[in-house]
């Protein structure tokens, strides 16, 4: 305790402190001189705190001070040496607040610590006050933490505090959730409970929901900044709310509030009206005992221990002897009066005012005169109790100059009887009773829209919190104002108050208490940025620089004399005094405030000290002194404190109890004055817009006459003009407030942190969208007309104005419109002085410096900018006047600004005639040529107009000629202009390069003649004949043509969008042609050139049929499929194939799914026509010839039974002539035929019954062979591998460059990853690989083929690389083939040739891109040693150190894969019979135990297994068992089903082969050699016991596609001893 008495200042700085000057002196009006006490600290203040008679100050380093009546202690501690508080070493202090007798200070970290008086638990239920010593728990000596956790959510949180205020018996925090915390007593907390004291921090939760910006605390009332749920319209002036700026909504909710008002009953608090409930009961708060006070003279040293008490049942220190019933409507109140009002009287007799009040008393008489009528927002609360009680002991004092006569007698019967028969009618008048003052503004609906339970417009929401806060809310890290989301202040607000309400400091209109915060409805759209809460009154601080205050005013502390003070009224304000911060003491009110000069001054409003001995008397009271009587001296509005001007440069006030107390900082370097003189400048700026704006822009706006005095386009551009205006003044009004709270805490802001620094563009935006709107209205003649309206209607207001007006005015005493509307650009001239002043404070080197050189550099350019244009709009308005008419006024447009023009003939037309004349006139958007024009008389016959946008500007060279001429070149058109001299064709030049450089988005400060862009995006519509007649084009241009990516839209709908080169459409493009008949429109998605489909491309048709294929010059050519659709009325099918000039010409498939067919072969003319082969759906196989669309000559039909007929048809399934019919049985039938196959056959000829060996039958045999009318496979698809080389940039097969074709896969793969946003990362991946050309041109190597296998497996994975589109197409292809109906097994012949070709083909295409690849079989001599891997399933086959590289093992692990499915099929069908044999005998044989299959196979005893291994246990085989050997070889030899190629398959052959050798080789020697003898059984056994299904089908497979260089090998061994198994288990005897 003794480290506490001592000063902190143990030695005082050499210099003086410059920075957080603390200056401190009593409340006095002008009549007595009192000079303030500075208070000398080695550190700065960074905030003060002052309480009743007691004070806390925040140093740098986050160090707490107290200094006054500590009676916690029994210290008295002079303000000139205040305590340092040791307990909060160690901890970071970023905040204090003083209630009436208790302090707090809030950590960086968001803890509360609270210490002084807890008698009404205001310093909350702290770690060293455990819940059952509350009672003797009167004080808390030492700052104790007090945690904040919020219960409701799982698992409780802390909360994190932001805020602190306190009142005399309760305390209030804002956490960084913008969300409000309560403890201590009395209906000022704003809570929902019915038991106090409140020792936990309980949320508020009427304003949950709700985003606070700031709290208050007045003695026993409340005060809450918050914002409005619904935004403010800027951009509307009310003619209703007028400056207020109130929202356009209100009218609807007030409508709402009245339809809610109806169907509930409120009383006049706002709380729903119960039935009666049984009062509820509190527990006892003692008093604390010390120095002079002694325990008699409390009025809780009466009570006993165990008596209860009830906050809210006492009036003024005494208590209602018992809780009055609810009142109820509907109700006889007559025997509450009678019998109620004398208990009520004989209560209150028992004390006398003596020992109520005091002569001292500084709190307002008319507390005690009157109630506060506390009421319960909970059912258990009666509605009427007394007001409050006075924790204070108020001692009798004689003063003899002050004394007032009090009577003795208890309260007035009548006044109490009033009081009651009011509040009765005002429940039985109507359901919703207003507690509106019949002199407030506004009526009862709108008061209904805040009451408890009625949530205004919108409902209630969590808003972001934000980073900023008002100057009284100092967050953690720094304080900052409260945005709007936008980085910005937040102006819309409303003020909300609860509490105690006897001398109206709510602001209702009213005297009643609320126990619910209730927003006060005067105040909504005023632009609160800061509240402030006396004991007694109520201080709100506007953005306009206003203050409206409400509440006690005995001592004039509100600054007005006005009436009613129980609603917020204004403070009177001398003129030129503009407040920027507020604060409210005990009686007093003081305000900071902007003078004549930089420097803030004082203003001071309230009671006048009376003497310095009287204050010393007062020194050991807590009570609340008595006020002064009327014949008092005290100031009736706001009066300048000399003294202030000594204090130096004034951040922030601060009042409590009788105190009043300043932060000043002194000028370093010039730093303070700068920014007092940017937030003063600012705050004057919107002074001046806001006079304007009432004065001259809402008057205008809303006289009716407006529109017939200014024309419409004028109309239209002053509307405009006003909510620039508007938007203009809210970022004004922003930004000053945001450099008031800057100003609040200066001394631990960044200079870079200034919105001038954060928000330049935001600032830039609106200053010239400002300027724009001031000069349109300008160019277009309205401050003419406007001139005139605001003579008429402004009158006498008109000398108002003209104070407003800077600059000079006309010999008729008009205001200058004109200058009055472009004087705020002057504005940017000071933010670029003040930030110039501003980095002159710091070194150069700084970040500081560099941001404020930033800042200043583009403040600067802004300004030179709009001054240009201000400049630009004068002279285009001087241009019209000179040039009158009503030809002018069709080229005179609001943003249109003139640059010159050519009306003393300097520039004409090249070529033009003789008598002809023409007019040029540049403006800044477009050229303009007259022709036939009088230039001096306005007249002319014709006139062009050409959009700078899609202008090109070209200087011709000078030639022997001596022209000076200039080459214009347009979308449409082309000309040259000549200029007089030189001279003027280098400013024609000139001023249009420099117009184009400002259209197209360039800087415009005169661009070299010729370096205009030549490419650029623009928007234009044609006019011209052509394809584009009408249309209008968005997009990229070069040199006056259509050039790069851009959208074409036409008036009937089309709608292109894609590239185009040199005028024309031309890559890839996105097509619509509306179809207005099938109200569908057709779409085409592909590639074009020279302004038609060429290329790939989908078009997707309005009736349902859609092609994808090849277009060239508008028609299918090439490759495509097209599928009919559902919608089509004929038959509905898809082709597949080769088209020639639109039409089906050369190879391809058409499945008719209608009929059920599927054709295959070659077309001309959109018609059948050639070989082809036809299958059904019923089985029957056709191939033959066609002509003219059907079945013409030769051919032959094979039925599903195979019964054949080879002839001559001469219609679609109509035989006629010769033929010959072979039953499935073999016999024949030879002659004439004639008939439709599926209705009949009519046949004149010779049955037969041949044997084999006759040589007709060998003959037969012959004709009735499958594939001799067939396509060759080398002859289908053709033009698919024809795309696949165009797409290489190739003619033809080989025909092209090799290093065009790998440019034109980089440029296709790069094309497809910026275009396709889409992709995977994996596919991503793959792209990005692929866009490295490999090395194609390096000698073939070993070392090397792996790499181009790799690459070909990477391309084949997209379909954006022309290999792998390639792949994507033959699969495409073979599936519609042999899918479907095509799933003949009489088509596996063509099937597998049809795989073969792909390969021969495709291998072509990789050896043209890999030329060191050898051909088909051919061997590349390379050493073993050198070999980097040897694998069998590879693409080499080792032969004698010669490795074989073939297609089909580099190409076939590409496509097969894909094409397995369909081959596989019909496989499995060719081999369906054979199938079927060997299943059964599978089945048959595999009944048999090992051993016995073992022997019926013939297997020698020496290679049966003995032991088998189950779970790495041996056991030994038995004659009964079962799968029990060679069960690794089986397991291996069933994979080959899993595999797709044929070297996958033979590679499953020969781990088989090694699994079963390595099984065998325990059994036998070393130099053991199989012989085929003794392998054929042993491979049997396996064979079946492997039960592998489809094996016939795997065995054809793998025998059509195998490598033919390993047939003779190892490999081709091992296959044929597999198919001779097949072969044996077919062939096996099932008897």
Known sequence: MENREESPVEEQAQTPQERGILYIWQSAGPALQLCPERV????????????????????????????????????????????????????????????????GALSDQGNIYMWGENTAGQCGLTKSCAASEITSNITVSEPCHVPVVDSEVIPPAVVKVVDLAFGREHSLALSAQNELWAWGSGCQLGLVTSTFPVWKPQKVEHLAGRHVLQVACGAYHSLALVRSLTPKNYNTLNPEKGEQGQSTQSFVTERDELLAADTSHYCPLGVELSGETPPRRSSPR?????????????????????????????????????SLPVWSGNKDTSLLEGMELQKLV??????????????????????????????????????????????????????????????????????????????????????????????????????????????????????????????????????????????????????????????????????????????????????????????????????????????????????????????????????????????????????????????????????????????????????????????????????????????????????????????????????????????????????????????????????????????????HLFFSLCESFIRLSVLIARHSTSLSYFLHNVRRQDVTSLLLLTHTEHFVDIYKEYCSSVGDFQVMGGFHSLQK???????????????????????????????????????LHHYNRVLLKLAACYDVLTAEYQSLQQGCSQYESLSLSLTRRKKEAEVTLLFWKSHPGKTTEVLRLPKRRVVCESSNRSLTLQNAGRFSNHWFMLFNDALVHTQGAIPSQILFSTHHVYPLTCLWVKPVTEDSSGLYAIKITCPEESFTLVASTPQEKNKWLRSLNQAMDQVV?????????????????????????????????????????????????????????????????????????????????????????????????????????????????????????????????????????????????????YDDITRGEKYMGLWLDEQRHGSAVVVTQYGVYFEGTFRENKMSGPGLLVSDDDTALHGEFSDDWTVNGKGVLSLANGDNLDGLFSGEWTTGLKVVGTYTKPAYEEPETRERSRMLRLGQYVVAAEQRWVCVFDECWRRLGCDAAGRGERSTAWENIAVTISTARRQSPKLSRSQSKVLESLEFIPQYGEQFTTANYDNIRRYLLKSCETPHHPLGWLVETLVTVFRMTYIGVGSNRRLLRQAVHEVQAFLTHFYVIVRFLFPGLPADGCAIPESLASQSESRHNSSFEEQCGVLVV??????????????????????????????????????RLNKQPDQSLLSFLGVQEKFWPVWMSILGEKKQIVSSSKDACFVSAIETLQQI???????????????????????????????????????????LYVVLRARVKNLGAEVSLIDDLMDSNVQHGELGMMFTTLRACYIQIQQESTT
């Open 40 to 103: 000398l600290l080695s550190r700065p203040v960074l905030q003060t705190a002052l309480g009743e008679h007691h004070g806390l100050l925040l140093t740098q380093g986050g160090l707490v001070y107290s200094f006054g009546e500590l009676f916690w202690r029994d210290l008295s501690v002079p303000v000139s040496a205040p305590v340092l508080e040791v307990s909060l070493l160690g901890k970071t202090m970023v905040r204090v607040a003083a209630g009436g007798f208790h302090c």
């Open 1446 to 1483: 073939s297609c089909s093992s580099l190409l076939l692990p590409l496509l097969l894969p894909q094409l397995y499915p369909p081959l596989f099929t019909l496989y499995c069908l060719q081999e369906e019979q054979e199938e079927a044999r060997y299943w059964e005998r599978i089945l």
């Open 346 to 715: 004989q209560k209150n007799s028992s004390y006398s005012w003596d020992h109520i009040t005091g002569p001292g008393d500084t709190d307002s008489l008319s507390s005690y005169t009157s109630d506060d009528s506390c009421v319960s927002s909970t059912p258990s609360t009666d509605l009427l109790t007394s007001s409050f009680k006075e924790d204070l002991q108020i001692k009798s004092q004689t003063n003899s100059s002050s004394s007032i006569p009090y009577s003795s007698s208890p309260v007035c019967l009548e006044e109490v009887r009033l009081f009651l028969a009011g509040e009765k009618r005002g429940l039985q008048g109507q359901k919703s009773s207003s507690l509106t003052n019949i002199n407030q503004k506004g009526n009862a609906a709108s008061r209904r829209r805040s009451l408890p339970g009625i949530p205004t417009h919108g409902s209630p929401r969590r808003h972001r919190p934000c980073a900023c806060i008002p100057s009284s809310v100092c967050r953690c890290q720094a304080a900052a104002p409260e945005d709007a989301g936008d980085g910005l202040p937040s102006l819309e607000t409303e003020v909300w108050s609860w509490g105690r309400g006897s001398e109206g400091q709510l602001g209702h209109g009213d005297q009643l208490a609320r126990l619910q915060p209730l927003c006060v409805k005067s105040m909504i759209g005023e632009e609160v940025i800061k509240v402030a809460a006396g004991s007694h009154h109520s201080l709100a601080l506007t953005a306009h620089c206003q203050v409206y205050s409400w509440g006690s005013n005995m001592c004039g502390q509100l600054g007005h004399v006005n009436s009613p003070v129980t609603v917020p009224q204004l403070t009177k304000l001398s003129d030129g005094l503009r407040v920027w911060d507020i604060s409210a003491g005990q009686s007093h009110s003081l305000l900071l405030a902007d003078g004549d000069c930089v420097q803030p001054v004082l203003l001071y409003c309230g009671q006048q000290l009376l003497s310095v001995q009287q204050e010393t008397s007062h020194k050991g009271q807590r009570s609340c002194q008595r006020s002064p009587n009327k014949a008092e001296s005290y100031t009736v509005r706001p009066t300048l404190l000399p003294f202030c001007m000594e204090m130096g440069y004034i951040s922030s006030v601060c009042c409590g109890g009788p105190s009043c107390a300043a932060l000043a900082d002194q000028n370093v370097m010039g730093f303070i004055s700068a920014i007092h003189e940017l937030a003063s400048r600012e705050r004057q700026f919107f002074c001046w817009l806001s006079n304007t704006r009432k004065l001259l822009l809402t008057p205008l706006r809303n006289r009716e006459s407006v529109i017939p005095s200014l024309s419409e386009p004028c109309t």
């Open 1001 to 1149: 988005g360039g800087g415009g400060q005169g661009s070299s003649p010729g370096l205009t862009a030549m490419s650029r995006t623009a928007s234009y519509v044609f006019t011209g004949e052509g394809r584009f007649k009408d249309a209008q084009y968005t997009g990229a241009w070069l040199a006056g043509r259509v050039h790069g990516r851009g959208t074409m839209k036409w008036p009937d709908g089309r709608v292109y969008s894609g590239n185009f080169k040199n005028g024309q459409e031309d890559g890839f493009g996105h097509y619509i042609i509306p179809n207005k008949v099938l109200n569908k429109p057709d779409i085409y998605q592909g590639n074009w050139k020279d302004g038609k489909l060429h290329g790939f491309g989908k078009y997707k048709y309005a009736s349902g049929e859609v092609y994808e294929g090849c277009f060239c010059d508008g028609q299918r050519h090439g490759y495509g499929m097209l599928n009919s659709g559902r919608l089509s009325k004929k038959s509905s099918g898809v082709f597949i194939g080769q088209w020639l000039h639109g039409k089906k010409t050369g190879y391809g498939v």
């Open 1537 to 1579: 089903s899993t595999t797709f190629t044929p070297s996958d398959k033979l590679l499953v052959i020969k781990n088989t082969f090694e699994e079963l050798t390595q099984e065998i080789k325990p059994m036998l020697e070393d130099n053991f050699l199989w012989c085929m003898d003794d392998l054929l059984p042993l491979f």
């Open 789 to 827: 309206l605001s003579r008429e209607c402004l009158g006498s207001q008109q000398t108002m104005l003209a104070q407003l007006c800077v600059s000079d005015q006309s010999v008729s005493g008009d205001v200058d419109l004109v200058s009055l509307l472009y004087w705020p650009l002057q504005q």
């Open 286 to 322: 003692p008093k604390p005992q010390h120095g002079a006070r002694t325990a008699s003279s409390s009025p809780y040293s009466q009570l006993k221990p165990h008596e209860h008490f009830d906050p809210l049942t006492e009036v003024d220190g005494g208590r209602l002897s018992r």
